[in-house]
């Protein structure tokens, strides 16, 4: 059973920055898919950003060239450097694993933790 482990997410001022991480454990699956996706009252969960273990990414529109998701994969950690962060980043942001142990793909979810952006 893989677990994943966030670090707290905080309260910021507009236009500050923050650092997530995600620590996976209980796989041993080399190819992953890690990332985070957040979620704000009253909108669906959207992804924000995503690293493949070869270091390849994906970003949502409205983050770009402000966040960026790096990962060790000897830690099987991931990050999330937030900066120039806005009030409509405001949301709880769940860590995300994705791995392939054998023949299919299984997915899982952190416990989540929030981010308030204030004005």
């Known amino acids: 059973q893989v677990q994943l482990v966030e670090s707290a997410g905080g309260l910021v001022q507009s236009g500050g920055s923050l650092r997530l991480s995600c620590a996976a454990s209980?796989?041993?699956?080399?190819?992953?898919?890690m990332g985070w996706y957040r979620q704000a009252p009253g909108k669906q969960r959207e992804l924000v950003a995503s690293?493949?273990?070869?270091?390849?990414?994906n970003y949502a529109d409205s983050v770009k060239g402000r966040f960026t998701i790096s990962r060790d994969n000897t830690k099987k950690t991931v990050y999330l450097q937030m900066n120039s962060l806005r009030p409509e980043d405001t949301a709880v942001y769940y860590c995300?694993?994705?791995?392939?142990?054998?023949?299919?793909?299984?997915?899982?979810w952190g416990q989540g933790t929030q981010v308030t952006v204030s004005s």
């Open positions: 209980g796989s041993s699956s080399i190819i992953n898919v």
């Open positions: 690293i493949t273990t070869a270091g390849s990414t």
């Open positions: 995300n694993f994705k791995h392939n142990p054998g023949t299919m793909w299984y997915e899982y």
